[in-house]
Structures are given as structure tokens and as C-alpha cells.
């Protein structure tokens, strides 16, 4: 069996350069530049596409707050964006809760979230909430990580793979 050098495949793993790959093949994370209708609290967008089905999920992440190892700035938006949400959608489902007694309430938020002894955490599902058919979920949540001391809310929405109703319009 030959084993051929990768620099010299015309196409590396049998991909042609600048093709899109197949449905089926590949899920993308991408990058939203802009978005028609943004939210003051998110800084920016990014979605998962798959080739078969578009998007099927948006986030919206707040700027990174920095050096606030209680994460106060984060929780305030976190607030301001779930009373929001809860008007429209009714009460969600929350995962607020310390499950290690050993981190301090407020000074260690973010290092507690980064080790997985707290969750920040509130979603709406259809079927249980009031949401629309193209929207299957929405989860809030604040995050920590690359640091005990920054914080950032992140605002996904998920909607439902089927085909039809991504390339129609129609379910």
C-alpha cells in the first residue's frame, strides 16, 4: 500500500480547494459579521450551519467582562436579558445553583462556573414554553473560562433541523 504525502495531494483527503463540502460531511461554526436585528447586551453573533438543514442554531455573546471575580457586570446583564425573555416566553426553566459549598457566594462566581461547582444557567423549550415553530430553544447562560475573573452572558436559540421548513419556509 502507498502511502501518498499530504503536500502533495491536488486534493487533500479527497476535498477540492474552495468547495463546499456535502451535506452530510460537515457542521460549521460560523461567524456572524452583523446581524438585522441586534440586542444592545450582545457584542457579537456566531450560528452552527449544516449544508442539509441551514442554520439551526444563533448565539449572542455580550462583551467579556474582565477582572470581576463575582461576575456582577455579567449577572446584571444575565437579569436585565431574562426578565426580557420571561415576558415574552413565560418562566424558564433555571440552573442557578453552587453545588460545591467550598466556593465563597460572590467573590469566587467565576471560578466556581470554570470548575463546574456552579451553573448560570435559565432555558425555554417548545412545547413547554410559548416560543414560535421556527425556534425549538433558547438558553441564557454565563460562562467562564481562560480565567477565574472573566465573565461573559451568551443568548443561544435553537432552531428545529427538518429541511422543509428551512429552504421552504413551510413545516
Known sequence: MKVLEIETMANPFGI??????PSG???YDVTLHSVPEPHP???EYSGIWKPENG???????????????SASEAR??????????????????EDEEISDEDWPEDL???S?????????TCDWDLGTHDLTDNVQNIMLTIVSDDGDEKSQVWLEFGFPECKDEVTTGKG
Open 55 to 69: 442554520l439551526v442554531s444563533i448565539t449572542g455573546k455580550s462583551e467579556t467582562f474582565r477582572e470581576d471575580p
Open 25 to 27: 460531511m460537515a457542521t
Open 41 to 43: 447586551a450582545f457584542k
Open 108 to 110: 469566587g462566581f467565576c
Open 16 to 21: 477540492e480547494a474552495s468547495s463546499t463540502v
Open 76 to 93: 446584571r446583564i444575565y437579569a436585565e436579558v431574562k426578565h426580557e425573555l420571561t415576558q415574552l416566553y413565560g418562566q424558564p426553566f
Open 112 to 120: 466556581a462556573i470554570e470548575n463546574g461547582a456552579r451553573s448560570h
